[in-house]
């Protein structure tokens, strides 16, 4: 019952932040740990039934976990072979592959080191094991936390919908940016038809290879859809998601002050995209269109290692904590 009583607290205390901003990227963990409370209190209540049952379900679950770990891993790896083919040898590409390769290679090399039990190669294991279980912990709370707030319906009686940039190839829109478009001209579309007066934003300046900025192609895709011209606003200056939602707001201020907004971007951007509007002040939630299938595992990686990033100081002084704990831990079983 214990157990079941953190859940409840837990999803107070997740509930609470989700309502005051959903953009914070925290209210993961707080779910995460709710769910992690509620299975062990259910698995409790089980036993009270019956301790065989309970105990089934325990191995089961004890047992998937390394299962899941190497169906992952050549999972990461299939995929980025896929990427390497089809999006060309850059680093961002590899990701998934190297994700893949890296589960693989620490399970050799910590396979290695029990089994010669040389003590540096069993502190070094020890330390990266210990920083990787936190890594992905952040990493599972970030995944469930994403496809929490992709499916969560947001409010779209709003007075901008902002379409973020992500690139042309020359002056053509390829597949991932009019994928953003067309999210964004369906909203526009389905609030015209409740009798609302929503404006279009394209938001992006020109980068290297391109022929003109991506706001003014992107404008242009979404004219040749359909969309009336004047309800399309350029915002044409800027280079980063930071630059996008800055300038983008600014626009919007200034026609309406009190503006409300939608972000469309690629659901794999989502979270990252949602915490930089909370950043910037962007009174607006974030909405996703698709992505191809092959395209979302890195890219998700890359989304993930961002906002990892972004928070250096703690994660560090977190992970050095953890690189010091593995190896005195490994100190002592060695004795």
Wanted: with cysteine; charged share 15%.
């Amino acid at each position: 019952m214990l157990f079941l009583v953190i859940a409840a607290a837990l999803f107070v205390v997740f509930a609470i932040g989700f309502l005051r901003d959903r953009r914070r990227v925290r209210n993961g963990v707080y779910l995460f740990f709710c769910l992690m409370f509620l299975v062990a209190g259910l698995l409790f209540q089980l036993a009270m039934v019956s301790e065989l049952a309970a105990s089934m379900i325990l191995v089961v679950l004890v047992i998937l976990v390394p299962i899941t770990v190497l169906v992952l891993a050549g999972f990461l790896i299939a995929n980025g072979i896929t990427m390497l083919r089809r999006e060309g040898r850059r680093v961002a590409n590899l990701l998934s592959l190297a994700a893949g390769l890296g589960i693989i290679g620490m399970i050799v090399l910590t396979g290695v080191a029990g089994y010669f039990r040389w003590k540096p190669l069993l502190m070094f294991t020890g330390a990266v094991n210990s920083v990787l279980f936190y890594v992905s912990f952040l990493f599972v709370c970030f995944l469930l936390y994403s496809f929490v707030y992709g499916k969560f319906p947001h409010r779209t009686n709003v007075d901008f919908i902002v379409v973020l940039g992500s690139g042309l190839i020359g002056s053509r829109v390829p597949p991932l940016l009019a994928s953003r478009l067309d999210r964004g001209r369906e909203v526009f579309e389905a609030e015209r038809a409740k009798g609302r007066q929503p404006l279009l934003v394209t938001s992006g300046g020109q980068g290297p290879g391109e022929d003109l900025p991506e706001a003014r192609a992107m404008a242009d895709y979404l004219i040749e859809k359909g969309v009336p011209a004047d309800q399309v606003l350029v915002e044409d200056q800027s280079r980063t998601t930071e630059q996008n939602l800055r300038f983008s707001k600014a626009i919007m201020a200034q026609l309406k002050p009190d503006f409300r907004c939608l972000v469309v971007t690629n659901n794999f951007h989502v979270m990252r995209a949602a915490r930089t509007a909370r950043a910037e002040k962007v009174n607006g939630q974030v909405i996703g269109s698709p992505t191809a299938r092959y395209y979302w595992p890195s890219a998700t990686i890359r989304e993930f290692v961002a906002i990892f990033l972004s928070h250096k100081v703690i994660n560090g002084v977190i992970c050095l904590l953890l690189i010091l704990g593995g190896i005195q831990n490994t100190e002592a079983v060695t004795l």
